[in-house]
């Protein structure tokens, strides 16, 4: 290997990828970068998502500190981006959320973002009516989005323009990708047959993307009902949670069900005109993988297994494993430590 200019690969070319294969360039200027995948842009898991900053709080690394540095080094990495004058054509707005439950409290608490985002609070007593009657509990916050139907063309555009190639492939074992220092495999769900990793399970969603542009605020309701507004008008309506379902079809009784959640929340959204309906399976594990390990004589860096917060998690994860991958590229062995 020629220490100055390795060549890396990244396998997938969801958020997760591209945001590893950005940050490598950043790191190493003179690194051949290549992203390979099956799947690009508007085909990802990624651009279902409506990329909302709020993690479930079970999402976990393998520590709490861990955790808590990848929540908030994405935090602060999408808040440079935010500052700048290409916010928007990377995909990223600021957002006001709600989010109320007739049942339990703590559902309207989230430890990991409370300290973080601008504003985290509980709804005052007029509040808590503005989404029909009968709420017990509302918090309401402040936080950020990101859309991955422009996130990652501008990944891209900023990727192919330091000189980083991409390729349309399906890579079936590591042994094949021999000829790289390093690989960076964040293949999301299909890690979970390219590593035969039986942790990785599938958490099927679905959505509606309606056009509702006199939305203004996010709104979460109980039984996962969620609305998020977008841009072009476009709001996302939620959702399903359906554990180790592989169903990639639309179903219609969900869709049924996410509509009648949702438009009792806002009931203008009954009128709202519906776009497309969408399904993905979110990559699902305890705890997210981000670790290296040699494999068929290959060194390789998991960043995989995101569940339904890759979008949000995506830098500080992928900050996590460029630091693994470049002291390995230095040292030559692997340590998985922060
Ligand atoms: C309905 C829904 C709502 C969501 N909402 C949010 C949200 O509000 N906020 C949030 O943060 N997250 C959300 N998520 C979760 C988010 O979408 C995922 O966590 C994230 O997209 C995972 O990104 P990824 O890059 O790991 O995977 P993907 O986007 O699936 O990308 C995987 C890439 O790997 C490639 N690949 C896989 N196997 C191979 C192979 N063998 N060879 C070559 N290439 C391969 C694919 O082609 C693809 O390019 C949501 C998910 C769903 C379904």
Avoid at 12 to 30: I, N, P, S
Avoid at 111 to 135: A, M, N, Q, S
Wanted: proline fraction near 4%; aromatic fraction near 10%; hydrophobic fraction near 35%.
């Amino acid at each position: 290997m020629d220490p100055s200019s390795p060549k890396i690969v990244v396998l997938g070319a969801g958020v997760v990828g591209m945001t590893v294969a950005k940050l490598v360039q950043d790191e190493l200027r003179h690194a051949s970068v290549t992203v390979i995948a099956d799947v690009f842009k508007e085909d990802t898991l990624s651009t279902i998502a409506a990329g909302i900053f709020r993690p479930g709080t079970s999402f976990r690394g393998s520590t709490n500190e861990i955790t808590q540095k990848w929540i908030d080094d994405s935090w602060n990495y999408f808040q440079d981006i935010l500052k700048t004058p290409e916010a928007a054509q990377a995909g990223l707005m600021p957002i006001s959320s709600y989010i109320f439950s007739k049942q339990n409290y703590h559902v309207t608490r989230n430890h990991l973002i409370e300290h973080l985002v601008p504003t985290y609070r509980p709804v005052e007593e007029d509040e808590l009516k503005l989404c029909g009657e009968g709420w017990k509990y509302g918090s309401y916050f402040e936080t950020i989005k990101t859309e991955c139907g422009a996130h990652l063309p501008w990944l891209e555009r900023i990727i192919t323009g330091k000189g980083g190639k991409i390729i349309n492939g399906k890579v079936d074992n590591f042994a094949s990708l021999n000829q790289y220092d390093l690989v960076f495999n964040c293949t999301g769900f299909g890690a979970k047959y390219l590593c035969k990793d039986n942790d990785l399970v599938p958490l099927r969603g679905q959505v509606i993307k309606v056009k509702a542009p006199w939305l203004k605020s996010a709104f979460y309701g109980d039984y996962d009902a969620y609305i998020i507004p977008g841009f072009n008008g476009i709001a996302t309506l939620g959702g399903t949670r359906q554990y180790d379902s592989y169903n990639l079809n639309v179903c219609k009784h969900d869709a049924a069900g996410i509509m009648d959640r949702c438009s009792e929340l806002v009931p203008a959204l009954r009128k709202a005109e519906v776009l497309s309906h969408r399904v993905g399976l979110r990559p699902h594990r305890m705890p997210v993988r981000v670790e290296g390990e040699v494999l068929d004589g290959v060194k390789v860096v998991h960043c995989y297994g995101h569940g339904g917060y890759g979008v949000m998690t995506a830098p500080g994860t992928a900050m996590h494993a460029v630091r693994i991958g470049l002291d390995t590229l230095r040292n030559s062995s692997f340590k998985n430590k922060l």
